[in-house]
């Protein structure tokens, strides 16, 4: 199936400053979702992409879909200790039974 | 407001055991699934029910079986439990499977 690769794996900022995660694929998405796992916990949905050049924000995060459908970022704005975790992008397969495909995650850790 | 509810949240077993892992989800959805996590491996999917009555492999099947009970409950079963096992294994949910995925809070599992 198809895959996504995410970059980086990790990064680490100091408090307040920007955080850019990437997840691309060969082939076009259908849609794109992204998740966020807090250490020790699930993950929990954060949002679903599904036009090309889509942005949608959620107060410091921006999420973006490319032109082609084939690449998505997430970017927090003046990162917090409260952003901590992995954050995941997925993507749909389509066909008749969706399914999700979760790229590896991007670990945030955040120096206060 | 229960959402997805995993038993047990941890065990401990020995190698060639058996052992069914239980989910249950209390928002009507249709579609559910079963992940497994391993550092640095992401969200790998094992098997998924697209609605009640159906199940379909996922990545990662061998080892596994699962049981849709009825629309509420989705189960893992390993029969023969080997030390690869070893992860943390996540159960979620959507209303359809192109839908947002709402998780559980994990089964840590152990195999010796």
């Known amino acids: 199936g198809q895959q996504v690769m995410q970059i980086p794996q990790y990064q680490h900022v100091q408090e307040g400053e920007d955080f850019t995660t990437y997840c691309n694929s060969s082939t076009t998405l259908s849609n794109i979702q992204w998740y966020k796992q807090r250490p020790g916990g699930h993950p929990v949905f954060l949002i679903q992409?599904?036009?090309?050049?889509e942005v949608k924000k959620q107060k410091r995060l921006t999420f973006q879909f490319g032109e082609a459908k084939k690449n998505s970022s997430l970017h927090i704005t003046a990162t917090q200790t409260t952003d901590v975790g992995t954050y995941f992008c997925?993507?749909?397969?389509?066909?008749?039974?969706?399914?999700?495909?979760f790229g590896k995650g991007t670990l945030l850790t955040v120096n206060p | 407001n229960a959402g997805v509810t995993q038993t047990p949240k941890f065990q401990v077993l020995k190698t060639g055991q058996s052992m069914t892992l239980q989910c249950a989800q209390d928002?009507?959805?249709?579609?559910m699934y079963w992940y497994r996590q391993d550092p640095g491996m992401g969200l790998r999917l094992i098997y998924y029910s697209a609605s009640e009555g159906t199940t379909d492999k996922g990545e990662v099947p061998n080892g596994y079986n699962v049981s849709r009970l009825n629309k509420r409950e989705f189960s893992l079963r390993l029969e023969s439990a080997a030390p690869s096992q070893t992860s943390v294994y996540f159960c979620?949910?959507?209303?359809?499977?192109?839908?947002?995925?709402?998780f559980g809070d994990g089964t840590r599992l152990s195999i010796l």
């Open positions: 997925a993507e749909n397969s389509g066909g008749s039974n969706y399914k999700l495909t």
């Open positions: 979620a949910s959507s209303l359809y499977s192109n839908q947002p995925q709402h």
């Open positions: 928002m009507n959805h249709n579609s």
């Open positions: 992409l599904v036009k090309s050049g």
